[in-house]
C-alpha cells in the first residue's frame, strides 16, 4: 500500500540554525501540507501545497519557514532561524483529490532545538 | 469558542466492551469530517471518513449530525489494539482540504 516518508525521524539542532525536513508524499497525489504538533498538543495546520505553489498558510508559518518541491517527488519544509519554539513533530501529509477528501500521513520528524 | 472540541477521557473500558466518543465543530459551513487514530508519539491514522448518513466499517460506528454540529464515533466488542487517542477532524471551510483536529479522546482497553 502506498505511503507518505519523511526523513529524518529525528533531527536535533541548536537554535539559530536552519533544518530542512524531507517528505516523499504518495505518487499520484496532488495535494501537500504539512502540520505541526508540540508534545501533548493537538495538530496544527502549517501550510498546504497544490500546483507547484502554496495554496494557504497558517499563522505559525512565518517567514522563517519556506517549502519547496524540488522534483517530482520530494516536499521539504525549510526552517531558518530555529527558535526553541519550533521543537515539535512535524508530518507530511497527501491528498489525492477525493471525494472524500482523505489525507494520509507520514510517519513524522521529531525536531529538537537545543 | 474552540474550533473541534472533544472529551479528553481518558476511557478504560475492559475488552469487549462499547464505547463512545462524541465531538463538537464550530463552523456550520464544515463540509468534510473524519476520525484519524494516534498511537503514542505516532503519525494520525485515518480511521474512517464520516457521512451525512451515518457509515460503519467493521466494530466502528460513525455519526455527524449537521443541525447540532456534532460527530459521534462508537467501537464495539473493543479489543486492546484499539487503545489509542482518537482525534475527531473537520475541514478548514474554504481551504484546500486543510484540517482542523481536536485534542483528542484517550482509550484504554484493559483486559
Known amino acids: 500500500e502506498p505511503e507518505v516518508t519523511q526523513t529524518p525521524s529525528h533531527q536535533v539542532t541548536q537554535m539559530g540554525q536552519e533544518v530542512i525536513l524531507r517528505c516523499v508524499p504518495i505518487s499520484n497525489h496532488l495535494y501537500f501540507y504539512w502540520y505541526r504538533q508540540i508534545l501533548g498538543q493537538k495538530v496544527e495546520f502549517l501550510v498546504s501545497f497544490y500546483n507547484n505553489e502554496i495554496s494557504e ?17 520530494n516536499f521539504t519544509l525549510k526552517i531558518r532561524s530555529t527558535k526553541l519554539e519550533d521543537s515539535a513533530m512535524y508530518f507530511c501529509a ?13 510517519p513524522g520528524t ?3 532545538v537545543t | 469558542r474552540k474550533e473541534v472540541e472533544q472529551d479528553p ?3 478504560n473500558v475492559p475488552e469487549g466492551a462499547t464505547v463512545a466518543f462524541n465531538c463538537t465543530y464550530s463552523n ?29 466499517d467493521g466494530r466502528f460506528t460513525a455519526q455527524l449530525n449537521r443541525a447540532s454540529q ?27 482540504g486543510n484540517l482542523i483536529f481536536g485534542k483528542g479522546t484517550k482509550l484504554s482497553v484493559k483486559p
Do not use: H
Request: proline content about 5%.
Open chain 2, 9 to 11: 477521557g481518558p476511557f
Open chain 2, 70 to 96: 456534532y460527530i459521534s464515533l462508537l467501537i464495539r466488542d473493543s479489543k486492546l489494539s484499539d487503545s489509542a487517542t482518537y482525534l475527531c477532524v473537520v475541514d478548514l471551510v474554504g481551504s484546500q
Open chain 2, 28 to 56: 456550520s459551513a464544515s463540509q468534510s469530517f473524519f476520525w484519524y487514530r494516534q498511537d503514542c508519539r505516532k503519525e494520525p491514522k485515518l480511521l474512517m471518513s464520516v457521512y451525512s448518513s451515518g457509515n460503519e
Open chain 1, 94 to 106: 497527501s491528498l489525492w483529490t477525493g471525494p472524500p477528501r482523505e489525507q494520509y500521513f507520514g
Open chain 1, 57 to 73: 498558510k497558517s499563522e505559525i508559518f512565518d517567514d522563517r519557514f519556506s517549502v519547496e518541491r524540488p522534483d517530482g517527488s
Open chain 1, 110 to 112: 521529531r525536531l529538537t
